[in-house]
């Protein structure tokens, strides 16, 4: 069983900046990637970042909705059970609840966890 808990979500300005964070607890037996998802009302559920780690050559790599580039940063600890997402130069379309997600991608196919989302607003 794997639990995620999403936070630092809130009101914030536009242009303003805002740092999520995501912790993965339980047992992780498997490979597993993380990312964030967000969902505006009246949309579709988007993924936003995503971060993996090379099995091979220990490095990670960032995938970012053409969205965020150049404003959001994915990133996680050392310990690789906290996610983060660096959000800088918010803008009002980025207001949406923003999920934490952990997928298996070994898994047929690949298994979803989900956090409880936390809330973004970006308003003046």
């Known amino acids: 069983q794997v639990q995620l808990v999403e936070s630092g979500g809130g009101l914030v300005q536009p242009g303003g900046s805002l740092r999520l964070s995501c912790a993965a607890s339980?047992?992780?037996?498997?490979?597993?990637?993380m990312g964030w998802y967000r969902q505006a009302p009246g949309k579709e559920r988007e993924l936003v970042a995503a971060i993996t780690r090379s099995a091979s050559t220990r490095s990670y790599s960032t995938n970012y909705a053409d969205s965020v580039k150049g404003r959001f940063t994915i990133s996680r600890d050392n310990a690789e059970n906290t996610v983060y997402l660096q959000m800088n130069s918010l803008k009002l379309e980025d207001t949406a609840v923003y999920y934490c997600?952990?997928?298996?991608?070994?898994?047929?196919?690949?298994?979803?966890?989900w956090g409880q989302g936390t809330q973004v607003t970006v308003s003046s």
């Open positions: 997600n952990l997928r298996i991608p070994t898994a047929v196919p690949p298994y979803n966890y």
């Open positions: 339980g047992s992780i037996f498997v490979d597993y990637t």
